[in-house]
């Protein structure tokens, strides 16, 4: 089994190993329920093996091994200790320069589309460059402390590494937090289907194509999901899509092209460019589009787990070379985007180009194809993880035939409620302001837990400098991580909900959107 048979790129259900082996033969989403593992062996069963080996040496032969292990219960009790850096080398496993290319493919996605306008709310290039600047020293500090925090019991999910430092309930929180970023994440991905059949009939039919029912983004959106997207909700595994989501890296470098050469030889007039934010709050706008952007948090540690040479080492090398791939790519499309159009930018700057030029249109034809490719392996692992919720808290004996239930009836709900809410929600800077904030969740606040439990472990009295220094640093972590997420996810909902809200007008201005659109389809009154 190769690594792409172990994680599609940019999933977040993962390739678990038990704790007794590292065989790369064992993945999730193969013939394995995607919870069994946290119900037989938890993260936190790692024992003190210095002193049990020196008290039990002379234990009796035929006495159970399994007895120097914590057995699982429902408490928030971990014992941390110190692990290898470093596991023999995994057969299969992907090479360093796989692992770049899986952490790009995770990291790089439709942040990108809104990224030149948050450039404008932040008050232009220099200051968005700057913010983010400081962000990527907390993201890359992130990574690596994952990982870290990922030998001590070999884990291979986020979960499990929450389990590890915060017990139980640290890995329940974790699941519901993962769960509610896949279903915006998914309603992100809805709106930009949208946003291509927007720009794509706006330039084909006219500027009043939305009058005709069957060109309206309501009509075309859930239609085409509908059709193309929910028959791939309700499969168990979602290995076939792994060869689209490695496709979906092109497609991005292709549009970070495009937006370079509509800046170079396109004859846009741009709006005004700001070179100062207006309030110093605005820089704070920048923010929820940066971490969304770079977060690929949740599936760094199923990609690290599958590393062929899985030290700190070499995840070192392909973490810096992807971030640093990532910060070109975003940085370039965002700056050359955001001096094209100036502060006419649109929440998806697509929308902004003419798409009867044939680069345009298969700038947004395969958009749209990587998004409706995408938004499956996102359902896939919110579903999983609201299943593990619903399993572990109200299912005892599992079957079959129940998993299936739990997995059709989920799946559709799933379907159902981010359909309807895509249909309400005008663009995907609206979703992106709450996403960012729980970004910074993932970011922030979990590698600050990572570090301070596991620095607490080593070393509780704090003796040395370097624990004191370590300390810091994790509650910054934790501090930050809280803060960023109060002040970007008030923001966001402020913004959104405020009438003065200045969002790009739509190609096509329709009497009746969302619910009412069908509404007057249906003649119901």
């Known amino acids: ?39 037989t062996l938890s993260p936190v069963t790692i024992i003190r093996q210095n002193s049990s080996h020196s008290s039990r040496s002379g234990a009796d032969d035929n006495e159970d091994p399994n007895d120097s292990i914590s057995e699982k219960s429902d408490d928030d009790q971990a014992v941390l200790v110190p692990a290898s850096t470093s596991y023999p080398d995994t057969e299969g496993g992907t090479s360093t320069l796989g692992t770049i290319f899986l952490i790009v493919n995770a990291a790089l996605g439709a942040g990108l589309l809104n990224l030149p306008k948050a450039f404008d709310q932040a008050g232009g290039v220099v200051t968005a460059v ?3 600047a400081m962000l990527l020293v907390f993201i890359m500090l992130a990574l690596l402390i ?26 329940r929180a974790t699941s519901v937090i993962v769960t509610v970023y896949c279903f915006g ?29 069957y060109y309206n983004r309501d009509f075309v959106m859930p239609a085409s999901s509908f059709l193309l997207i929910l028959p791939l909700c309700y499969t168990k595994k979602i290995d076939f899509l792994k060869y689209a989501s490695a496709f979906g890296v092109f497609i991005i470098i292709y549009v970070v092209v495009l937006i370079f050469v509509e800046y170079a030889t396109g004859d846009h007039v741009p709006g005004p460019i700001k070179t100062k934010p207006d309030d110093w709050v605005d820089v704070f706008s920048v923010i929820p589009v940066i971490c969304f952007g770079y977060q690929c948090h949740v599936s760094i540690i199923p990609i690290y787990s ?26 370039g499309a965002a700056t050359f985007g955001y001096l094209t159009f100036g502060s006419t930018v649109s929440e ?8 009867k030029k044939p680069s345009v249109m298969i700038a947004l034809v395969a958009m749209g194809l990587k998004t409706y490719a995408t938004y499956p392996i996102l359902l896939f692992c919110g579903r999983e993880g609201l299943s593990s919720i619903v399993k572990d808290l109200f299912v005892k004996d599992d079957t079959p035939s129940k998993e299936k239930t739990r997995r059709y009836t989920i799946a559709t709900i799933w379907f159902v409620a981010t359909i309807l809410l895509a249909i309400e929600i005008p663009n995907i800077g609206a979703v992106i302001h ?10 922030f606040v979990f590698p600050g837990v990572c570090l301070l439990q596991t620095t607490l472990t080593k070393d509780f009295n704090l003796s040395t400098t370097k624990s004191r220094l370590t300390i810091i640093l994790a509650l910054s972590f934790v501090v930050l991580g809280f803060f960023l997420f109060g002040v970007v996810l008030t923001q966001g909902i402020i913004t959104d909900l405020s009438p003065a ?25």
């Open 348 to 355: 998806d700057i697509l929308t902004n180009y003419n798409a």
């Open 306 to 331: 599958c590393m062929k040479h899985r030290n700190i080492k070499h995840f070192s090398v392909a973490s810096t070379s992807a971030i640093a791939i990532c910060v070109f790519t975003y940085t």
């Open 1 to 39: 089994m190769t690594i792409k048979d172990c994680i599609a790129p940019g999933d977040s259900i993962f390739c678990p190993r038990s704790y007794d082996y590292y065989s790369s033969d064992h993945c999730y989403g193969q013939d394995d329920d995607p919870t069994e593992f946290t119900k």
């Open 185 to 213: 994440s998914c309603i992100t991905f809805l709106i930009i289907i949208g946003d291509q059949f927007d720009r794509a009939f706006a330039s084909l039919v006219g500027s009043e194509y939305c009058h005709t029912w």
């Open 434 to 443: 709450v996403l960012g904030s729980f970004a910074a969740i993932f970011i």
């Open 501 to 525: 809200s200045t969002e790009s007008p739509p190609l096509c201005e329709t009497e009746a959107r969302g619910f009412r659109f069908y509404f007057n389809l249906f003649n119901v009154t």
């Open 130 to 132: 700057l913010v983010q």
């Open 146 to 171: 994952l990982a870290q925090t990922a030998n001590i019991d070999n884990s291979a999910t986020l979960q499990e590494v929450m389990h590890t430092v915060a017990g139980v309930w640290g890995r």
